[in-house]
């Protein structure tokens, strides 16, 4: 799969080698920001190659419903130890409001019974089977969760886009042509991606996802018949708006939104690659996990 990965970065960069990053937004003598016109790839496509990031330091891929920004990166932000220790969870879910993912009683109830003998990260008790395992300890972070999991670097050929992660050198091919999704019986940890821009905005609508990924390691659930529509608003040079939607009326009593801002990152050093990441299928502490 690295091999793979790596053939289709190099294949892509190629046509896209002369398309630098457009000029940062003008400020004008008012203080207001001039319009920006992003630059374009061989076909037409905004050009939002790179390495793009969360400047909070990431999702917390402990809960999605708090705080993004660890206390490792508030500290570097200014913030005391006082004022870290008396904050308020901040969730990344914009709607519902109160920031709570809205799942049906039996979910919500699912979810609960994981917990009680697996509280994310460490065992608390005998787990009855693989599915009340953190699926990122059998090197499957997969979808939904891996997008939200920083840095990825983007790559565009004509008619697709690639996102690449160093997370579990995992990886997506979106292609632009307006294909429809595979069959509903087709499952994969990381769905079936389909794009399309609207204006400097790529939407990617998600299908064909397998039902044992979850947001984050607390046992948050969804169905196989979960869908997601992700918006990444170009800004800016530096700067991408991410909105995702989920939607599956399985698990959930209404669709949620997730928001965030990325940011460009690694812009000055262009010997940045991603790095291998050494998970692989046989890890053998998940037969001490099941023990």
Known sequence: MRLLVAALIVACAAPAAAQQPGPRPRVSQRGGVESWTPPRTPDGQPDIQGFWGEPGGGADGTNVETSFQTAETLLVQGWTKEKIAARKP?????????????????????????????GGD????????????????????????????????????????????????????????????????????????????????????TRNLRDWTWFDSKGTLHSDEMTLVERYTYVDRDTLQLRITFTDPQTLTRPFTMAWTLKREHADDPAYEIMEYACVEGERARDVILE
């Open 90 to 118: 901040i969730s990344a879910i914009v709607d519902p409001p109160d920031g709570r993912i809205p799942y049906q009683p039996w979910a919500e109830g699912r979810r609960q019974e994981i917990l009680s003998r697996y």
């Open 122 to 205: 460490v065992i608390t008790g005998k787990p009855q089977s693989p599915r009340d395992v953190n699926p990122d300890l059998f090197c499957m972070l997969g979808v939904p969760r891996l997008l939200y999991w920083q840095d990825f670097q983007v790559v565009q050929t004509p008619g697709y886009v690639v996102m690449a992660w160093e997370r579990t050198h995992s990886y997506r091919i979106i292609p632009l042509d307006g294909r429809p999704h595979p069959p509903s019986k087709v499952k994969t940890y990381m769905g079936a991606a389909r794009g399309r821009w609207e204006g400097t905005t790529l939407v990617v609508e």
